[in-house]
Structures are given as C-alpha cells and as structure tokens.
C-alpha cells in the first residue's frame, strides 16, 4: 500500500551534466512545507515519466531526498519517502551480484546491464522526520541502491565500464530527440517505440 502524496505537480526533469548530478547534495534538515511540496511534486514527477523512483536532484532539487515505488524478487511493491539515506550492502558469502539492465530518468531511453548487489536495506527519516527502513530483493534492491547514488552526486554511468559507457551514451542519444526538454511535463514523442517495461529500472 503506498503512503505517497498524490497532489503534486510535474517538474521537468534534470539531466546527466547538470552540476546538481555530480556533487554530494545537502543533508534535509528543515521538515515543512517546502519539503511537503517537494516531495509530492517528485511523486507526480516519477509517475509522469512511468519511473520506479526518483531522487531530488533529478527535479533540480540539491537535497538528500528520494522517492520510491518499486516492486521486489516477487513482484510486491514497495513505496517510500527517505531523506538523509544511509545504504547497508550484503557481505563476504551474502554478497551476490545481479547484473540486471538499469536505465536513469535523467538520461531517459538508454539501458544497459549494471551489476549491484542483489539485496539493499536503506535507513533514514521520511518527511515528517520520522525513522525508516526499507530491504529488498530484486528491482527494490537496484532502486534503492540507484537512488542513494544519486544524493551522493554519483549516476549509474559511474558505475559502468568504459565500454558499456560509451554504448549508453549511444542509446540515449538516438532516443534524445524524442524527450522534450522539459519531459516530462511535455510528453515523449513517439511514445510507442518507448516500451520499458520490461527493461530493468527506469529510476
Ligand atoms: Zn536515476
């Protein structure tokens, strides 16, 4: 069951490049309105752009604050608010990697396999201020992993060989057209041949 507010608004969404990517954003530390707002316009955000979660940064924002919707191993969803994450890894003989396929909002229409560790449990507050928790398997594990990243200024491009690099870089500029550069506010052109579906995270 999502606990996620409904009454945002869509913001256009920040791309690879932009400095807010690229650095450590600043801790939250005030829990008003402002924030409130924020993260029910990151909601509206990750829904428009039919994402699995998104990070502040990626509207812009240089905060340490995400949103998730995403489901685990089993298909069960998982939904969340969490400022100020702290990720926890598996281990020695509990470490396992997936090499699942992990695509960026931020660099919309461009996949490519990513290996993680197949389980992740982040800690932090909600936007209350309020302690929480969420672990998981799967796509959840990916998500969670892929959105800490970006509060601390890292994308998944960081993460990848200079190879698969350099062939994602290639997608997303083949597709680049097709994303307005307020998408996605402005909806996708040629949406049709944009089936993400079954493609891996889309956060
Ligand atoms: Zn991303």
Known sequence: MSTLPT??????????????????NQPVTEFGEELHTLVADMVATMNAAE??????NQVGVDLQ????NCP??????QSGVVCNPVLELPEGKDRQLDEGDEGCLSLPGA???CARPDFARVTGVDENGEPVSYEGDGLLARCLQHETDHTQGMVFGDRLSRKYKKRLFAEAEE???DYPDDWPVSPMLNQDEHDHSDEGLNA
């Open 65 to 68: 604050v995400f949103v998730f």
């Open 7 to 24: 009454d945002g608004s869509v913001r256009p969404m920040t791309r690879w490049g932009t400095d807010v990517m690229h650095h450590v």
């Open 51 to 56: 994402g699995v979660g998104l990070a502040a």
């Open 175 to 177: 597709f680049a057209a």
């Open 111 to 113: 996949f490519t396999k």
């Open 72 to 77: 685990d191993k089993n298909g069960v969803y």
